[in-house]
């Protein structure tokens, strides 16, 4: 027997979830454009670095959800009020076609390219522009000092699942980007999500255990992953601001 200790990343019940289509506008806006563009660089990072799935990509767990609303609101069409099949409708479409534009830039190798470039040029007018450049240079230095960050990187191992029992409720899918965080489609989607996630009794957080046993081992911690958390949290509250 050793002696061990568990260090656990505390996410609560948090969905970390990060809107694309209101960053979309934001890119629009001649005076929001260049704050936008540094957070677009930010959410290439998370995405291509540091491993935020992307609500588009088939293997997402939200785009089954996105799926499983289209398939639900085409087999209620008939008893539904016509406007708000319409709402839902064009909710869902919107979050196709731009999330699939929004896709393309994030995916763009560019966005990291001319990431520490944007940040050096970038001049701040007002406050909105100065919570960007302090959340890109946050990313930078994430990046810088932790460049093979990933968000999986200490996510619990993978048991052998009984077939009777629900599963934990996994890190990709509490964390990730999506179209929007308001509107009816949206909260659809998180009474979706909540109510699954309700029914199981486990949640998956980073963690690292430390073995004390005379072994000469190197120390490991959570704080990419604290970081990181607090990070997407920023970067959500500066989107929809």
Known sequence: AVFATTDTA???????????????????????????????????????????????????????HYEMFAEMLADDAGNMDAEDYEQDKSALNRAAYYGDIMGKRIYHSYQLECFEQRIHAFLPRNTWDADC????????????????GHLLKHAPETADEDENEEPPVRIYEYVSFISETKGGLFSSLSEMVNSEFNERTQLDEPVVITHYDGSETEQ???DFERRLFDLIIDICDLINE
């Open 220 to 222: 490991d911690s959570l």
């Open 10 to 64: 505390d996410t609560g019940t948090t969905l970390y979830y990060i809107p694309v289509i209101p960053l979309y506008r934001l890119l629009q806006g001649r005076r929001s454009r260049k704050g936008a563009q540094l957070l677009l660089s930010v959410c290439s990072y998370l995405c291509r670095i540091a491993g935020v799935p992307y609500y588009r990509e088939d293997d997402s767990y939200l785009n089954w």
């Open 133 to 148: 450049l302090k959340a890109a240079r946050t990313a930078f230095d994430l990046w810088r000092q932790y460049p093979d």
